[in-house]
């Protein structure tokens, strides 16, 4: 049984209600749980919010809805409250401000887990040496397996010498993990390279547990800003015209 989970939180810093924000007749968490429905990789796809209008919203195109009444600091925390009476095996947690879900992105994640040690798996793309630099893109090393050894918004590894051959990887904040492995993350206290950092995949990482790494070469439009919103309007009617 694999599971969508798609945490939707009202409240943004630098976009209040963006979720809510209209994107070509439907609303952007519309989008999101859409998009990821019509990928057909799960069993079910349920939206977990704090607010009535989103779950109004996700109602509207016949979704389905697990509302959260616990305060949480993390996607992951509010997904974890919702899965716990959830009967499943693995639980992708779909970025709620990201409507345009790429089913081939999403089956190599979910195809991680045919290896029987992964216990949770992220994605990945190369970025170039200027995007290295920006500390808004999240970097991530691997080991040899594909496993991440290091997440950061440094430029990771330093290059002390020219090395025109190597590739920086830029984490995509999609993540799918077995039940059992999502249920004990949300247990641990915060650690001390993701409160550096804060990036809370650290916390994974610092208690020794393997994160398994898979390429991928679709770039999400995140909505973040009213800019964004704006690229993806034009990405959707360029590609609905």
Same mark, same amino acid.
């Given at each position: 049984?694999?599971?969508?989970? /798609? ?17 070509? !007749? ?48 993390? !996607? ?10 959830? +009967?499943? =095996? /693995? ?16 089956? +190599? %994640?979910?195809?991680?887990?045919? =290896? ?65 492995? %999502? #249920? ?8 001390? #390279? ?10 994974? %990482?610092?208690?020794?547990?393997? /994160? ?15 800019? +964004?919103?704006?690229?993806? /309007? ?8």
């Amino acid at each position: 049984m694999i599971t969508a989970l /798609i945490p939707a939180r009202y409240a943004s810093t630098r976009f209040p209600a963006k979720l809510t924000q209209e994107l070509c !007749g439907k609303s952007v968490i519309q989008r999101t749980y859409l998009s990821t429905l019509e990928t057909g990789l799960f069993d079910q796809v349920i939206v977990v919010t704090d607010h009535e209008e989103i779950v109004k919203q996700i109602k509207e195109v016949g979704g389905q809805v697990f509302f959260s009444t616990t305060a949480h600091e993390s !996607g992951s925390d509010r997904i974890a409250e919702a899965v716990r009476d959830i +009967d499943t =095996d /693995i639980v992708v947690n779909v970025q709620g401000d990201e409507p345009f879900q790429d089913q081939k992105s999403l089956y +190599d %994640l979910v195809r991680a887990f045919d =290896d029987p040690s992964v216990q949770v798996a992220s994605m990945m793309f190369n970025i170039s040496i200027e995007d290295a630099h920006n500390p808004n893109s999240v970097k991530v090393v691997l080991d040899q397996n594909s496993n991440a050894m290091y997440f950061s918004r440094s430029p990771i590894p330093y290059i002390r010498e020219q090395a025109e051959d190597f590739q920086y990887w830029k984490h995509v904040g999609i993540y799918a993990y077995k039940k059992s492995a %999502l #249920l004990e993350f949300t247990t641990k206290p915060k650690s001390k #390279l993701e409160q550096i950092e804060m990036l809370e995949q650290l916390r994974l %990482l610092e208690h020794g547990v393997k /994160i398994k790494m898979v390429p991928t070469s679709h770039q999400a439009i995140a909505i973040d800003v009213p800019e +964004d919103l704006e690229k993806a /309007i034009a990405y959707f009617k360029m590609n609905n015209g």
